[in-house]
């Protein structure tokens, strides 16, 4: 899954959705070592209820922005007067982002707290226009709206479902192999049918074991 992900397309946002125990956050920080390891710019974010406000998400982008580009100063990202909030800022990530053509990759993980229309807003905007280099990693619960309009049609964001996630026969089969439970293909197959290939019930399985 991790090589379909860093393939040759280029997407301006990778979403992976899923319930809680589908390995969200283990899928992305998987994607965030082999980047890291390929010389790219990693930042992460993981995301709180009180970060569903405009101030404190422009605040916390801005964090993001200045270590993606080295430590050099970025633009104060707040709207500047006469423009809505979610335009100015989008307007003030792309000019700093436009500093460097270094690859980079934007984290941003429990992305379902988000649902305030001007943060959906900013976010849209962004994925729109952001630069060739730059690219943003959601891991959510829910399907945010990135997944459903016209950035999904137009092949700016490759969106990873919960089917995609759970372990196939043979995944489970090398799972357990990995975790030294002895077990044959069938008996893969039957926790796998029996599980759905749910990883975080496979853990468990594991674990009574």
């Not at 998400?57 to 709207?79: K, R």
């Not at 829910?142 to 490759?158: D, F, H, Q, T, Y």
């Not at 043979?170 to 044959?184: I, K, R």
Request: hydrophobic share 40%; proline share 6%; with cysteine.
């Amino acid at each position: 899954l991790t090589a379909g992900i860093l393939g040759k397309n280029r997407y301006s946002a990778v979403v992976i959705q899923g319930p809680a125990g589908h390995g969200k956050t283990t899928l992305m920080q998987q994607i965030l070592q082999e980047l890291k390891a390929n010389n790219v710019s990693v930042n992460w974010l993981t995301l709180d209820e009180s970060d569903n406000d405009m101030s404190r998400i422009s605040a916390c982008l801005t964090t993001l922005i200045h270590s993606a580009l080295g430590g050099a100063d970025s633009e104060d990202v707040e709207a500047p007067p006469g423009r809505s909030k979610s335009t100015g800022t989008a307007e003030n990530i792309l000019h700093s982002l436009a500093r460097t053509d270094q690859p980079i990759a934007f984290f941003l993980d429990e992305f379902q707290v988000l649902y305030d229309p001007a943060i959906v807003s900013l976010l849209n905007s962004l994925l729109e226009r952001i630069p060739p280099n730059v690219t943003f990693y959601i891991g959510t619960r829910s399907i945010p709206e990135l997944a459903r309009g016209r950035l999904m049609i137009s092949g700016r964001v490759k969106w990873i479902t919960p089917e995609e996630l759970c372990f196939t026969p043979d995944e489970v089969y090398e799972f357990l192999q990995n975790v030294g439970l002895p077990a044959s293909h069938s008996e893969a197959e039957a926790f796998q049918e029996r599980t759905g290939g749910w990883p975080a019930v496979l853990q468990l399985l594991q674990l009574a074991l």
